[in-house]
């Protein structure tokens, strides 16, 4: 089975991307059996680094690197995503973001979900890292080490937060792999940092939303309920979410809008995972 792991970067991650693409060469799943294509909607300039950073692994590697500037659309990531798709050669998509770090095993156990069962989401687990500087070398030889929690930090600049094993652990670990959550508060946890999505499950959902400064995720999985498809989780696919402070200035000035778009497309009671969704949710 051929995959496309696809990885939306914004300017000013080259360094995480750096340690992503790392833990890519680390797969137990051979190389000549998936391609990466790294995908970034900022401007040209600001996004050369990210580039060069693409580039030096792809000389070893098959895979692209493209550009395509989103030009005043909402930052909620869609659109990377989709560039990155409609690039992607292979009819197996794997989504992973340019912050997170995938165990060595991660692209087996995909391709392990999808032969036994082709026509399905995966979702994998996604572990926030406690604040550390984490080194190119850590990745190549201990990132078991380093997603268990047991390097010693190396104490970064940043406030705390988000730190600690994945929320959604608890059903992953109690349904295992294999099953199927019909109720749709389960498609919300379609995180796209460690996702597995069939090419013909993205094209008939129409890919991701594009006028959403955030949510993508939570409005991808209700169109794939919506559609019908069954999402599974498999506990054993660890994804790493390197630490970096969050543009709380962002998050704040969007969250309105956001909050108010997923309403009216998803919820006529307004209501989101079975709450209000107002201020301070």
């Known amino acids: ?12 991650r080259e360094k995480n991307l750096q340690l992503v693409l790392t833990a890519l060469r680390q797969q ?3 190389a000549r059996f998936f391609e990466v294509v790294v995908a970034s909607d900022s401007p040209v300039r600001e996004a050369l680094p990210l580039k060069q950073v693409a580039e030096n692994f792809l000389a070893k590697h098959q895979g692209s690197f493209v550009r395509d500037e ?4 909402p930052d909620g990531g869609g659109h990377a995503r989709n560039a990155g798709a409609k690039a992607a050669k292979h009819d197996f998509f794997v989504f992973i973001d340019s912050d997170v770090v995938l165990q060595p095993n991660a692209l087996s156990y995909y391709v392990e979900d999808w032969t036994n069962m082709a026509n399905r989401i995966v979702a994998g687990l996604y572990h926030w890292l406690p604040p550390m500087e984490v080194t190119q070398e850590d990745v190549e030889t201990r990132i078991e080490e380093l997603l268990a929690g047991e390097l010693e930090p190396r104490a970064v600049d940043a406030v705390s937060h988000n730190v600690g094993l994945d929320g959604r652990r608890g059903f992953f670990k109690k349904c295992g792999p294999d099953k199927r959550f019909a109720a749709y508060q389960r498609f919300l946890g379609c995180l796209t940092g460690n996702l597995g ?5 993205f094209e008939d959902v129409g890919g991701f939303r594009e006028d959403l400064p955030g949510g993508v995720d939570g ?4 169109e794939v309920y919506r559609a019908g498809y069954t999402c599974s989780y498999d506990y054993r696919i660890i994804g790493g979410h390197l630490y970096h402070p969050r543009d709380v200035e962002h998050i704040v000035e ?7 778009k997923l309403n009216e497309s998803y919820h006529s009671d307004q209501s989101w995972m079975g709450r209000n969704i107002s201020v301070g949710d």
């Open 197 to 201: 999505v069939p090419r013909k499950i």
């Open 219 to 222: 409005a991808f999985g209700m």
């Open 28 to 30: 137990t799943y051979p």
């Open 1 to 12: 089975m051929k995959l496309s792991v696809i990885i939306p970067a914004a300017a000013g």
């Open 70 to 73: 989103r030009k005043g659309r």
């Open 254 to 260: 969007h969250s309105e809008d956001m909050r108010q």
